[in-house]
């Protein structure tokens, strides 16, 4: 049973782009959540979706966006990007919004130059 | 959800038991308490979930007292791949789980 995949690995940006990360969960989870984890700050939730509408919400600005597919593959969005940004971006799944059993995938790490 | 309060950090010795404990005097009824293994630039991993008394599964143990405001990870001989950050959560089913707040978690640093 495939985990949960993040796309891509690695990337670099310059300030003031865009960047746009994949997840996909394992196969049958319902639930993604997003998380963001620096060095200063730790883990900290961004979202999650669960049948493609948005449940639950962090307190970032909206310059981070998410959405989630049919398929329940989620894409998460940071416009603008800053140096701040710079972090490993994690995604985890979880059967159902009432499982509290969650899988984390490998993340991707963002760096903002 | 109940904030969690954890040692920094831990050092042992391969072979030893480690015992970390976690404090969440807070802690709801319906919370369950889960802690988590994250090695450097990998996702958190889930060790183990427990709701009261003990829980043991094939790589550590979980105790939790009568009154629940606290909760100790034992790792029972420990060995170099053990090395990692530990965090420990607590929260319920439903439409909150979805948001796990994570603290700093324990740094656990095992030598030969």
């Known amino acids: 049973k495939a985990g949960v995949t993040q796309t891509p690995r690695y990337l670099i940006k310059t300030r003031g782009q865009q960047v746009t990360l994949s997840c996909s969960p394992i196969?049958?989870?319902?639930?993604v959540s997003w998380y963001q984890q620096t060095p200063g700050q730790g883990l900290q939730f961004l979202f999650e979706y669960f049948s493609e509408t948005q449940r639950n919400k962090g307190n970032f600005p909206g310059r981070f966006s998410g959405r989630q597919f049919s398929n329940s593959r989620s894409e998460m969005n940071v416009s603008t990007l800053e140096l701040g940004d710079s972090a490993l971006y994690l995604c985890?799944?979880?059967?159902?919004?009432?499982?509290?059993?969650?899988?984390f995938g490998s993340g991707t790490r963002l760096t903002v130059v | 959800l109940a904030k969690t309060t954890q040692p920094i950090s831990m050092d042992s010795y391969e072979g030893q038991e480690v015992n970390i404990t976690c404090s969440h005097n807070?802690?709801?009824?319906?919370?369950?308490i889960t802690w988590y293994q994250q090695f450097p630039s990998q996702g958190p991993r889930f060790i183990i979930q427990g709701y009261k008394t003990k829980v043991t599964n094939e790589v550590a143990s979980l105790f939790i007292p009568a009154d629940r405001k606290s909760s100790t990870l034992s790792l029972p001989r420990v060995s170099l791949s053990d090395t990692a950050v530990y965090y420990c959560?607590?929260?319920?089913?439903?439409?909150?789980?979805?948001?796990?707040?994570f603290g700093q978690g324990t740094e656990l640093s095992v030598k030969p």
């Open positions: 985890a799944s979880r059967l159902t919004e009432k499982n509290y059993g969650y899988t």
């Open positions: 959560l607590v929260g319920g089913l439903g439409n909150q789980g979805g948001k796990l707040i």
């Open positions: 807070n802690i709801a009824t319906n919370d369950y």
């Open positions: 196969s049958g989870h319902r639930s």
